[in-house]
């Protein structure tokens, strides 16, 4: 895709998900596919400079796919656009061959050539789950109010995915009752390098401001926490905790 398309993904995942995606007409989408791309300290600035270039093009050639970026702490790219389902995906692959080829023929600039070395990557396909989510009812639904983004990557143990899915449960259930406004998305991997997964990722306007919050919770309700934290461990077969930034200025957002 990379090759064709000269751009790169996440998260991922993990979280800048669900209530991160804003249409003005369509329903909330609830499938997205992840590129996430790889890329060497040493290559950024060519890679950066390559990805404003194709960024700008989308916006003057009025790319029509939601495309929204993220940067972690290890230097990786997530670009994550809503789908309705698998068939889609060969829509979106048709988009940006056109847009492609249309930046050599009409702006003499050769995505394939501009990337050449500077990243590796993989893909994946995350669906929300609403059940296993939880917002206030002012939550934020756009990521430059957020910009901060923790995700939390859950590699499950094969077959634990309905023990998984009940102690998050109980941790929505705790959240509402204690009346807490800590908002959090969670997203399962339908497709990719490991599975099962599951996403789950918290925004803030900045990471101190995150951190306070989590540690007023903590303060409070420790002991509960714990308790259910061993319920939910036992699933797992490792823990990959990633944060890192919306990117808006690599951002393609179709005003309609």
């Known amino acids: 895709m990379k090759k064709a398309v000269g751009f790169i993904t996440l998260l991922i995942l993990l979280s800048a998900f669900q209530t991160t995606f804003t249409f003005a ?30 960024s700008e093009l989308w916006k003057e050639h009025e790319l029509d796919i939601p495309i929204y970026a993220y940067l972690n702490d290890d230097d990786a790219f997530y670009w994550v656009m809503p789908i309705e389902n698998f068939a889609s995906l060969d829509g979106i692959f048709e988009k940006f061959w056109t847009m492609h080829q249309t930046m050599i023929d009409e702006d003499d600039f050769d995505a394939n ?38 995700w939390m990557f859950c590699y499950l143990k094969a077959g634990h995915e309905h023990e ?59 002991d509960d926490f714990k308790k259910m934290w061993k319920e939910f ?24």
Request: aromatic residues 12%; hydrophobic residues 35%.
């Open 233 to 256: 461990t036992p699933h797992l077969r490792k823990l990959e905790t990633k944060k890192g930034w919306y990117l808006p200025k690599l951002s393609n957002i179709p005003e309609n």
């Open 113 to 150: 050539k501009a990337f050449r070395d500077l990243y590796s990557g993989r893909q994946s396909v995350i669906q929300h789950d609403p059940a296993l989510s939880h917002h206030t009812e002012d939550a934020s639904l756009k990521p430059e109010d957020e910009p901060f983004c923790e």
């Open 25 to 54: 007409q369509d329903p909330m989408p609830d499938k997205f596919v992840v590129f996430e791309e790889f890329v060497s300290p040493a290559d950024m600035p060519a890679f950066w400079e390559a990805q404003m270039k194709v």
């Open 164 to 222: 998984v899915d009940k102690t998050i449960k109980d941790f929505v259930d705790y959240y509402n009752e204690i009346g807490s406004s800590y908002n959090w998305d969670v997203y399962k991997t339908l497709f990719g390098p490991e599975t099962p997964m599951y996403i789950l990722m918290v925004r803030s306007t900045d990471e101190v401001k995150l951190r306070t919050e989590e540690k007023a919770l903590n303060d409070a309700h420790r």
